[in-house]
């Protein structure tokens, strides 16, 4: 969620769409887009393979010739073990032979063609490799990577959104020198092309047999709140790349806080702060991430964390009955106020667009607000009190009135397209007269904070809750309010999806935790204080957590590395 018990502060402080198969900005230790020339050469030379590497650049027009003659069978030290990569395959089926790797001559075989869901797939893989790619009736040929979809999902339309975990599965099988990849989606080939990719910085190839993959968590993810500290287009779209590698999927951007609203609006640019995205550079930070099968879920926050568009409308400001403003805070019961949102809600849900038909994510927030923090709410905010009461009756609470309020939000992104609706935990409340909508889902962080309901009452009441436990997914600048930078280690040894509050697992029946109830865990980088860490900072804290929550929401097992084993491969892929 926002920021964990933190009173207001004061504020503090990208182009046409450019291929992104070739992303040539890299920003902190944690960018590994493309396999450096020096890794690819030294993986060729532990194949063992005769001559050197292919010197026509990958993606030629050539490529596509399909050749005159035979290849020779290359020859390789086998590659042996398990396939090295993060998050680990969850079955390998081991046969007898020498494995694959990327050798002199090989090629993506694209059977499909060069207009299939899958080419953009296969071209990034070949670039990865250096290897060179090939499209319709070709004969594989020894040393080839085959791609191909099985099922009916290849004629859904080029990068879309997948609607659950079983399509992101994936079959690799390395057999007589030849790989074959197989998926029902594009997703689950972009999947298995990681998987490729990773082996063979860990460990040159795959070995011999058959990988069968898929995720144990649909929705697996990282948030960054780039209000209290903007980030560069650079540096998010390295993280994007970054967490693609790692078969993560979602990407949330938290964009508008007390202390900035950092993305251009047409219709309230008065609100924009001076270091901020422009929409072109979204536009294409959110095809990036559509083109490497990553959703990513917009955060425009209220009726609280709204000090940045509220210093430019004082007028909206939630007062106490004493006269003092409360900071970040919308009068949820001035009727100027929703127009005003709306408005934003609008303009930003266009902009954040996604095909039709797809799951199309939204975020409003909901928490912290201040007037639901107040011992006294009904008498330090009589305004609100007596708006739920004519809206609610006798009995209407400040609750309430921000359960409609919400609900009302809900309303218009859905209007836009918006299908996957979300809000904070503590924007949750259970009364007789207004419910939450029951679509929206619970993103849960509360744990440190003491009041808030426990995980499972929102299980038992039949709602999905999207795991954010601030104990270990919390990535908090400068570490305030008792939070301290979590490791992945810890999340690694001690953390599980079912951990969502504590460090103790939900305790609710286990048919409330599958995957359908609990789709999976986010984590989440607040800029608390923004000068503590630099953006390079933030890149290499991160690395580590992020392939830890990528391993432990890819598989449910115990991880079979050791956290030194784990460290050690990270470090290689």
């Known amino acids: 969620m926002s920021n964990p018990m933190r009173p207001p502060r004061a504020p503090r402080p990208s182009a046409s769409l450019r291929p992104v198969t070739t992303p040539t900005r890299r920003t902190g230790p944690a960018a590994r887009s493309t396999l450096p020339a020096a890794a690819l050469t030294a993986a060729l030379l532990l194949a063992g393979c005769s001559g050197t590497a292919d010197t026509e650049p990958p993606g030629s027009t050539s490529a596509k010739v399909n050749p005159t003659s035979a290849r020779a ?16 395959v969850r079955d390998f089926r081991r046969a ?34 250096g290897l060179t790619v090939v499209y319709g009736d070709q004969t594989v040929q020894p040393g080839d990577i085959e791609v191909k979809i099985t099922g009916k999902s290849g004629a859904q339309a080029n990068n879309v959104p997948v609607q659950g975990a079983a399509d992101e599965a994936y079959t690799l099988t390395a057999d007589g020198t030849r790989l074959t990849l197989t998926a ?14 990773q082996a063979v910085r860990a460990a040159g190839g795959l070995p011999e047999g058959t990988i069968q993959d898929r995720p144990g968590r649909p929705q697996r993810g990282m948030s960054l709140d780039n209000a209290r500290k903007p980030y560069t287009q650079d540096w998010i779209e390295a993280r994007i790349r970054e967490i ?14 007390d202390q900035g609203f950092r993305i251009q609006s047409d219709t309230h640019p008065e609100i924009v702060s001076a270091d901020h995205l422009t929409k072109a550079q979204i536009r294409q930070i959110v095809a990036l991430a559509r083109s490497l099968h990553i959703s990513v879920v917009p955060e425009l926050d209220s009726p609280g964390h709204l000090g940045a568009v509220l210093e430019h409308h004082p007028d909206l400001l939630l007062h106490r009955a004493s006269g003092s403003v409360v900071p970040g805070a919308i009068d949820i019961s001035n009727p100027k106020a ?31 607000y201040q007037a639901l923090l107040s011992s006294t709410p009904s008498t330090t905010y009589p305004q609100l009190t007596r708006a739920a009461r004519q809206k609610y009756g006798p009995n209407g609470t400040i609750e309430d009135l921000a359960t409609g309020w919400l609900n009302d939000r809900q309303k218009t992104v859905e209007a836009k ?10 924007g949750f409340f259970s009364s007789p007269r207004v419910s939450p909508d029951k679509n929206r889902m619970v993103d849960y962080w509360t744990g440190k904070e003491a009041g808030h309901r ?36 810890r999340i690694y040894e001690s953390w599980t999806p079912l951990v969502i509050r504590g460090t103790q697992p939900v305790s609710v029946p286990a048919n409330l935790t599958g995957p359908d109830r609990i789709p999976g865990a986010r984590f989440a980088i607040w800029s608390d204080r923004a000068q503590a860490q630099t ?5 290499a804290g991160i690395r580590l957590p992020l392939a830890a929550l990528a391993q432990k929401t890819w598989d449910p097992r115990t991880p079979a590395l050791s956290w030194t084993g784990f460290k050690a491969l990270a470090d290689r892929v």
């Not at 693609?244 to 806080?257: E, I, P, R, T, V």
């Not at 953006?535 to 890149?539: G, Y």
Request: glycine share 8%; no cysteine.
């Open 73 to 88: 069978t290359p020859t390789w030290a086998p590659v042996t073990g398990t396939p090295q990569v993060i998050p680990a």
């Open 96 to 129: 007898d032979g020498r494995g694959w790797r990327p050798s002199k001559g090989a090629r993506v075989v694209v059977p499909a063609g060069e207009k299939s869901n899958v080419a953009d797939e296969a071209q990034r893989m070949a670039r990865d490799l």
């Open 184 to 197: 029902p989606t594009d997703a689950g080939i972009f999947y298995g092309t990681r998987t490729v990719k």
């Open 244 to 257: 693609a590698d790692l078969k993560l999927n979602q990407f949330q951007l938290h964009f508008s806080d």
């Open 338 to 368: 929703a127009p005003l949102i709306d408005s934003l809600l609008k303009e930003m849900s266009e902009l954040f667009t996604n095909p039709e038909g797809a799951p199309a994510y939204w975020h409003l927030g909901g928490d912290e």
């Open 417 to 426: 397209g918006k299908n996957r609706i979300e809000a904070w935990n503590d």
């Open 454 to 489: 426990d995980p499972s009452s929102f299980l038992r009441e039949g709602r999905n809750v999207m795991n954010f436990n601030d104990e270990y997914l919390y990535y908090v600048l400068g570490e305030p309010n008792q939070f301290v930078y979590p490791t992945g280690q």
């Open 535 to 539: 953006q390079a900072q933030v890149a």
